[in-house]
C-alpha cells in the first residue's frame, strides 16, 4: 500500500446520502479473481446509458473533473454489501480521498486498507465544501496535520490514530497482526484449556 | 462484577491483544469463505508464502455466481471464480462444499444448519449478511477481502469495539404478519444508518418467541440498518435447533451449560435502546432504494414535498424517480412482473413452507415469473420430501437449486430492465436484481400472494 501525507485536487461532488455498494460497482462485475480494472466500472450504471454511452450529464463524466482525486458524498457512503471491489473500484478509478458526514462501517474499514482516507466532515465543513466543489475550487487534504484547506477556509478533522498512522505510512496491516504471533499462540492454548474443563 | 451484556461477553473472551495505540486483536472462531470475496485473498497468502493458520474454522461454500438451473454451465468468468476456489481450498486444506456436495447452499443458510455457527462465537465472512448467524448468540459479522486475508493467515482481527444497540420488539404479531415485515417496520422507523459503530441485540418477548429460522432473518438485515452485527441472546429454542447437528461441540450438554452464561446480565446498560411495539402492524412492502424505505401493504407512497429535510426529499425523489411511483399512490393492487422467493434472508424451510401454503391450489398469474431458490442443497431436499416443490411446480413457479440468485444477479437469474420484482431478499438497492431492475422487498407470504394475484397484495386476504 502507498503511503499517503498530503494532495491536492478539485472535488468531484456525488451529493445524494446511502450511496451503496451496488451503486458504486455493480455485482455483475465481481466476479473478477484479481484487484485489478475495477476502475473503468466505478459508478457503472449512473456513468453510463442502458446502450453503454456515456451520460454526459454525470458528474464523473464531466471533463471540469477529469483526473480529480477527492470525492465529496452525501451521509452513509459505501452502505450495503462489504464488497472490497467498491474501494478498488474508486482507487482503480483514481481516487485517493471520500469525503462524507458519515460512512458504512465495512467500507470505511476496506477504504482504509486500500490506502483511501474515508475522511468525515461535520455537516458545516460539508457544506462549505459544497460550495467549493460547485465553484470547481482546489483544495488541499493533509493528513499528517489533520487538515482540509480550501481558498478561503479550514477544516481540521480527526480519525482513528492508528488508522491514520497506517495510511501515512502504507502499513501492511496483515504483517502487524502477524507481529502477535506469540500472543495468538497463548491464547489459542488458554482457549482449548477453558473449553475442555 | 461489572454486568454485562451478551455482545461484551463474547468480546471480552475473544480479545487476544490490545495493542498500544491501536485496535484490539480480536480473535476468530470461525470463519466462512464464498467464491467471490476471496480469490484475491487466497493470492494474498501465496504472495506472502503463508499457509491458513486454522484450516479446521475455516468453512468454504460456492453460492453466489452459482447457476441455480442443475448442470448449466456458470459464465466463463463465474466458472473461473468457482474453479479458483476450487483449487484454493484444495491447495490450503480447506472443507469446500461445492459442485454436487448435499451440503452446499448459501453460506449463511448452511453455516447454522450444520450446526457450524454456535452461540458465543465470533464468526466471519466476506459478506455482509454474515450478521445473520448472531440469530445464535454468536458475534457474527461481515468482513472486506483484505479481511478475510487477514484471518486465514493470523485467526485474528484488527478491531475498534463497537457500541451496543438494544432493539427491543413488545406486543405480538398479528396471522400473515412475519419476522421479515417486522424487521421492514423497524427499517422504515430507525432508517438504513442509525445502527452504524453498533450491535443490535434484539429483545423483548416477540424474539423470545421467534423460531431460530426467524430470528436468523431479524439479525440477516441488521447491516441494513447500518450495523455490522446483529444478535439474539441464546435460550432453549437455540439448543433445540442445534441439538444433533453435525458439527455441534460433543459432550453437547457441557457446550450448553456455557452457553447459558451468554445471554446479557440483567440490569447490563446499552449504549442506545429503542422499542418497537408489533401490535396491529400490517404486512410491509418496501416502496423505494433502500431498505428503510418501506410502508404498511395498505400505505401510500410518501411525498418528497413533505420530508422536513433537503436531503430526505432529493434521496425519496430520486427514489420514485428510478421505481416509476408517483407520490401519493397505493402499492396495494399494483402488477408486478418477477417474483423471487429465495436468499439468505428467506429461504429456509419454514419460509418455502409458508408459502407453498399460499400457492397450494392456485395458480401463478398470467405473465408473472416466478423463481423459488432453496438455501441450501438441505432445504431442497427436505421441502422435496415435503412435497412443496410439487405445490410450486404445480403453480406454474419455477423449482431452482441452491443459490444467491437473484438476490444479487450475478448468476443469470436477473430482473430485466425496467420490470417490478416482489422479493423477498434484503435490498432495493438501484439495480441489486439486475441492471434497471425495480425491487418491492417483502416476506415470504407476501410474495407468494404476488406470484398468484399478479399484483401487491395483502395476503391476509388470501388466508
Known amino acids: 500500500m502507498k503511503s499517503f501525507n498530503r494532495i491536492s485536487s478539485r472535488i468531484v461532488p456525488l451529493l445524494e446520502r446511502d450511496i451503496d455498494t451496488d451503486q458504486i460497482i455493480p455485482a455483475r462485475f465481481l466476479k473478477v479473481t484479481t484487484r485489478v480494472g475495477l476502475g473503468e466500472h466505478l459508478f457503472e450504471d449512473l456513468r453510463r446509458n442502458p446502450d453503454g454511452s456515456f451520460r454526459p450529464e454525470f458528474v464523473l463524466n464531466r471533463p471540469e473533473f477529469r483526473g480529480a482525486t477527492i470525492l465529496l458524498a452525501g451521509d452513509n457512503f459505501g452502505c450495503g454489501s462489504s464488497r472490497e471491489h467498491a474501494a478498488w473500484a474508486l482507487i482503480g478509478h483514481g481516487f485517493q480521498v471520500v469525503m462524507s458526514t458519515s460512512f458504512a462501517d465495512i467500507f470505511y474499514a476496506n477504504a482504509l486498507k486500500n490506502g483511501i482516507l474515508p475522511l468525515v466532515l461535520s455537516t458545516r465543513a460539508f457544506e462549505h465544501l459544497e460550495r467549493v466543489s460547485r465553484t470547481g475550487g482546489e483544495i488541499s487534504v493533509d493528513l499528517p496535520h489533520r487538515t482540509v484547506a480550501w481558498a478561503d477556509g479550514t477544516y481540521t478533522f480527526t480519525i482513528d490514530p492508528f488508522a491514520g498512522l497506517c495510511l501515512q505510512q502504507g502499513t501492511d496491516q496483515l504483517g502487524y497482526i502477524l507481529g502477535f504471533e506469540e500472543q495468538i499462540v497463548a491464547y489459542e492454548a488458554g482457549r482449548a484449556a477453558r473449553e475442555v474443563s | ?463
Open chain 2, 1 to 463: 462484577m461489572r454486568l454485562r451484556t451478551l455482545f461484551e461477553k463474547i468480546w471480552d473472551a475473544h480479545v487476544v491483544a490490545v495493542p498500544s495505540g491501536a485496535p484490539a486483536l480480536l480473535y476468530i472462531d470461525l470463519h466462512l469463505v464464498h467464491e467471490v470475496t476471496s480469490p484475491q485473498a487466497f493470492d494474498g497468502l501465496r504472495r506472502r508464502g503463508l499457509r491458513v493458520r486454522r484450516p479446521e474454522r475455516t468453512f468454504a461454500t460456492v453460492d453466489h455466481s452459482i447457476p441455480t438451473v442443475a448442470g448449466e454451465l456458470a459464465d466463463p468468468m463465474a466458472a473461473a471464480q468457482i474453479a479458483a476456489l476450487e483449487t484454493n481450498a484444495g491447495e490450503f486444506g480447506i472443507r469446500l462444499f461445492s459442485g454436487d456436495d448435499p451440503r452446499r447452499g448459501i453460506v449463511h443458510v448452511i453455516g447454522p444448519e450444520l450446526g457450524l455457527t454456535q452461540p458465543g462465537m465470533t464468526i466471519v465472512c466476506g459478506d455482509s449478511h454474515t450478521s445473520t448467524h448472531g440469530a445464535f448468540g454468536a458475534l457474527a459479522f461481515g468482513i472486506g477481502t483484505s479481511e478475510v486475508e487477514h484471518v486465514l493467515a493470523s485467526q485474528c482481527l484488527l478491531q475498534h469495539r463497537p457500541k451496543t444497540f438494544e432493539v427491543r420488539f413488545e406486543g405480538k404479531l398479528d396471522a400473515g404478519v412475519t419476522t421479515k415485515d417486522m424487521t421492514l417496520a423497524l427499517l422504515a422507523k430507525i432508517g438504513v444508518s442509525e445502527g452504524a459503530g453498533h450491535v443490535f441485540e434484539y429483545s423483548g418477548p416477540v424474539v423470545r418467541s421467534l423460531s431460530m429460522e426467524q430470528r436468523m432473518t431479524l439479525c440477516n438485515m441488521s447491516i441494513e440498518g447500518g450495523a455490522r452485527a446483529g444478535m439474539v441472546a441464546p435460550d432453549d429454542v437455540t439448543f433445540e435447533y442445534l441439538a444433533g447437528r453435525p458439527f455441534v461441540p460433543e459432550p453437547f450438554d457441557a457446550a450448553v451449560l456455557r452457553w447459558k452464561t451468554l445471554p446479557s446480565d440483567a440490569g447490563a446498560v446499552y449504549d442506545r435502546t429503542v422499542t418497537y411495539d408489533v401490535s396491529g402492524l400490517a404486512p410491509m412492502v418496501t416502496f423505494g432504494t433502500n431498505p428503510g424505505m418501506g410502508i404498511s401493504i395498505a400505505g401510500r407512497v410518501p411525498d418528497p414535498d413533505r420530508c422536513v429535510d433537503a436531503g430526505s426529499r432529493s434521496a425519496l425523489a430520486k427514489a420514485l424517480q428510478y421505481m416509476g411511483l408517483t407520490p401519493g399512490e397505493p402499492l396495494l393492487g399494483r402488477a408486478v412482473d418477477v417474483v423471487f422467493i429465495g436468499s439468505c434472508t428467506n429461504a429456509r424451510i419454514s419460509d418455502l413452507r409458508e408459502a407453498a401454503d399460499i400457492f397450494r391450489g392456485r395458480r401463478v398469474a398470467e405473465g408473472v415469473r416466478t423463481l423459488v431458490v432453496p438455501g441450501s442443497q438441505a432445504v431442497k431436499r427436505q421441502a422435496e420430501a415435503e412435497g412443496l416443490d410439487r405445490i410450486f411446480k404445480n403453480a406454474g413457479a419455477e423449482w431452482r437449486e441452491a443459490g444467491c440468485s437473484m438476490c444479487i444477479a450475478m448468476n443469470g437469474d436477473e430482473v430485466r430492465p425496467g420490470e417490478y420484482a416482489v422479493s423477498t431478499s434484503n435490498r432495493n438497492f438501484e439495480g441489486r436484481q439486475g441492471k434497471g431492475s425495480r425491487t418491492f422487498l417483502a416476506s415470504p407470504l407476501t410474495a407468494a400472494a404476488a406470484a398468484v394475484t399478479g399484483r401487491i397484495t395483502d395476503v391476509r386476504t388470501l388466508l
